[in-house]
T-cell receptor
Framework: GAVVSQHPSRVICKSGTSVKIECRSL??????MFWYRQFPKQSLMLMAT?????????EQGVEKDKFLINHASLTLSTLTVTSAHPEDSSFYIC?????????????FGSGTRLTVV | RKEVEQDPGPFNVPEGATVAFNCTYS??????FFWYRQDCRKEPKLLMS?????NEDGRFTAQLNRASQYISLLIRDSKLSDSATYLC?????????????WGLGTSLAVNP
């Protein structure tokens, strides 16, 4: 089945630094990539949606200059958390969908646990 | 009102028990519905889709009531391995605007 590889699985960084998270679709073309954030005991919150070759669409309240999303190819999307602060510590998950998958084709990465100290 | 609402629980049940989770959604134009399972510190995994006619997969039964905008999940003969958070998920929008709206999740602990 479809697989999305997400790296790193865990990262600890100092406040003020930037962190890049990668999601790669291994055996399908990820036309659309969704980026989520999940705080402890909270639901998944959609941060942004990106279509390959287009600028990402950010959800209300998500700073596009802080969370940089690049989806330059059909197999790779990246999320960069710039100038990270402790409040950015969270579980970040990507989810990919290809153009042929309809309502059932959301493949999730394994998540990245970010801790900013 | 939240777009997708669930009772967060926790539900503590003994092995072998039957447990039911409920979920309501606010957007009547929502097109498809799912139950996902999420283990602690892991990504969510699709448990089952939910159809208007109701569907069953082993010990799991899902029901959808479009008129009431209500979704349910029934787990029979609970196993210890069923302990997890169960997320109600609704697919809204059309074309490239489709996206998943997630409930807060219902926590289940199955005890020996």
């Amino acid at each position: 089945g479809a697989v999305v590889s997400q790296h790193p699985s865990r990262v600890i960084c100092k406040s003020g630094t930037s962190v890049k998270i990668e999601c790669r679709s291994l055996d399908f073309q990820a036309t659309t990539m969704f980026w989520y954030r999940q705080f402890p005991k909270q639901s998944l919150m959609l941060m942004a949606t990106s279509n390959e070759g287009s600028k990402a669409t950010y959800e209300q309240g998500v700073e596009k200059d802080k969370f940089l999303i690049n989806h330059a190819s059909l197999t790779l999307s990246t999320l960069t958390v710039t100038s990270a602060h402790p409040e950015d510590s969270s579980f970040y998950i990507c989810s990919a969908r290809d153009s042929w998958q309809t309502f059932y084709g959301y493949t999730f990465g394994s998540g990245t646990r970010l801790t900013v100290v | 009102r939240k777009e997708v609402e669930q009772d967060p629980g926790p539900f503590n049940v003994p092995e072998g028990a039957t447990v039911a989770f409920n979920c309501t959604y606010s957007n009547s134009a929502s097109q498809s519905f799912f139950w996902y399972r999420q283990d602690c510190r892991k990504e969510p995994k699709l448990l089952m889709s939910v159809y208007s006619s109701g569907n069953e997969d082993g010990r799991f039964t899902a029901q959808l009531n479009r008129a009431s905008q209500y979704i349910s999940l029934l787990i029979r003969d609970s196993k210890l391995s069923d302990s997890a958070t169960y997320l109600c998920v609704v697919n809204t929008g059309a074309g490239n605007n489709r996206k998943l709206i997630w409930g807060l999740g219902t926590s289940l602990a199955v005890n020996p």
